[in-house]
Structures are given as structure tokens and as C-alpha cells.
């Protein structure tokens, strides 16, 4: 059974950088591709991004330059940061597993976080 | 780019179906099979309803089914359950290393 198990600060202010973790448990952690999502309070997904086990790497263009993914295959772990957030920016993140064109199987149980001054 | 088009919210009583729609360009939902559609009850993860336009996963109720016709996707549930009265999202390829989401409906189950 596979399970995604994420982490990371809930509480940011402005400017800071948002850093997450997500750690996968079960199944193949380098034959899949991997993806984090966000949903702000009461509105719809936005994909942020996704990895491989390889480090290679694609970003919602909107975030882009914000953005940035990780691996950590030693650890089934793959990361994200968003640096100079901003209140828009608060949100439950999500990592799953899957790819633009593969759907998302699996997630995690998502992180809450909220950025305020 | 813009989220894909689904209506805000649907409705039906028990034992009825619904459809919910799905509406994008012929560069996303148009040009190809990646469309999904996910389940989210309040407060929990997406689950996966619908892959490829029309394949379901194991264990999800054949009353979920998914259909396409040029830039509209829709996903039909048949038979109307309590349990599903849930937010449904439609996602789709967008072109090279991109996806998009729709807004989501809230479905009713009256």
C-alpha cells in the first residue's frame, strides 16, 4: 500500500520561504513521477509542479521563478520551496503521485498553510 | 493560462444521475486523453474517480463513468448516492509540462 506523508511549517510571513516534505512509503519511488498541488481556502487545485527520481523537473509557469522541487531518492522524499510568499499563497498543499499525463493515484494528507503578517 | 470551466454546483436525488461538465480549449481538454476527474469530500485529499477520459481505477463504482466530446468533458454518476455529495474536479493536459484544473462543482445529493 502506498502512502504519501507530508510535513513542514504551517505559519509564514510574507517574504519568507514555504518549504515542505513529502515522504513515500511503499511501492516504487523511482518508476513514478511526482507532483505537488495547492487549493486555496474555498477555491479549486493549482499544480505547482513535478519531479522524477531523476531531479528532472516542470513548474507551473505562473510560479515558475517562486518554484523549486527536490529529490532525495535515499529517502523516497521529494521537496518544495516557494520562496517570497505572499498571503495569495496560503493554502493546503498537496504532493501525489503522478504526472501531467499520468493521473494522481495516490496523495498526501495535505499541509495547511497560511501566510499573514 | 485559465482553469478549465465546470459549473459551480449540480444536484439530483438519490437514484438519479447527474452530469458534470468539463470545458476547455482544443489545446488542453480537445487535443488528447489526459482528462481525470477527482472526488473531495471537506477537508480530505482528492480521490481519482475517472483517468483517460472513461477509465475508472479499481474499486471505484462503475456508476462513475467519464465521456468526451470536442473541448467538454463530463463525468455522469448514475444511481445517486448519499455518499456522493461531494466536490468534483476535472484536470487535464494543457500542452507541454503543464495541467490545469477546473474550478469545481459541488454536487447535492437532495
Known amino acids: 500500500q502506498v502512502q504519501l506523508q507530508q510535513w513542514g511549517a504551517g505559519l509564514l510571513k510574507p517574504s519568507e520561504t514555504l518549504s515542505l516534505t513529502c515522504a513515500v512509503y511503499?511501492?516504487?519511488?523511482?518508476?513514478?513521477?511526482w507532483t505537488w498541488i495547492r487549493q486555496p481556502p474555498g477555491k479549486g487545485l493549482e499544480w505547482i509542479g513535478e519531479?522524477?527520481?531523476?531531479?528532472?523537473?516542470s513548474h507551473n509557469p505562473s510560479l515558475k521563478s517562486r518554484v523549486t522541487i527536490s529529490v532525495d531518492t535515499s529517502k523516497n522524499q521529494l521537496s518544495l520551496r516557494l520562496s517570497s510568499v505572499t498571503a495569495a499563497d496560503t493554502g493546503v498543499y498537496y504532493c501525489?503521485?503522478?504526472?501531467?499525463?499520468?493521473?494522481?493515484?495516490?496523495w498526501g494528507q495535505g499541509i495547511l498553510v497560511t501566510v499573514s503578517s | 493560462q485559465s482553469a478549465l470551466t465546470q459549473p459551480p454546483s449540480a444536484s439530483g436525488s438519490p437514484g438519479q444521475s447527474v452530469t458534470i461538465s468539463c470545458t476547455g480549449t482544443?489545446?488542453?481538454?480537445?487535443?488528447?486523453?489526459?482528462v481525470s476527474w477527482y472526488q473531495q469530500y471537506p477537508g480530505k485529499a482528492p480521490k481519482l474517480m475517472v483517468y483517460?477520459?472513461?477509465k475508472r481505477p479499481s474499486g471505484v463504482p462503475d456508476r462513475f463513468s467519464g465521456s468526451k466530446s470536442g473541448n467538454t468533458a463530463s463525468l455522469t454518476v448514475s444511481g445517486l448516492q448519499a455518499e456522493d455529495e461531494a466536490d468534483y474536479y476535472c484536470?487535464?493536459?494543457?500542452?507541454?509540462?503543464?495541467?490545469?484544473f477546473g474550478g469545481g462543482t459541488k454536487l447535492t445529493v437532495l
Open positions: 501525489a503521485r503522478g504526472a501531467v499525463v499520468t493521473p494522481y493515484d495516490y
Open positions: 511503499g511501492g516504487s519511488f523511482s518508476a513514478y513521477y
Open positions: 519531479i522524477n527520481h531523476s531531479g528532472s523537473t
Open positions: 482544443s489545446s488542453d481538454v480537445g487535443g488528447h486523453n489526459y
Open positions: 483517460e477520459v472513461t
Open positions: 484536470s487535464s493536459y494543457a500542452g507541454i509540462n503543464n495541467l490545469l
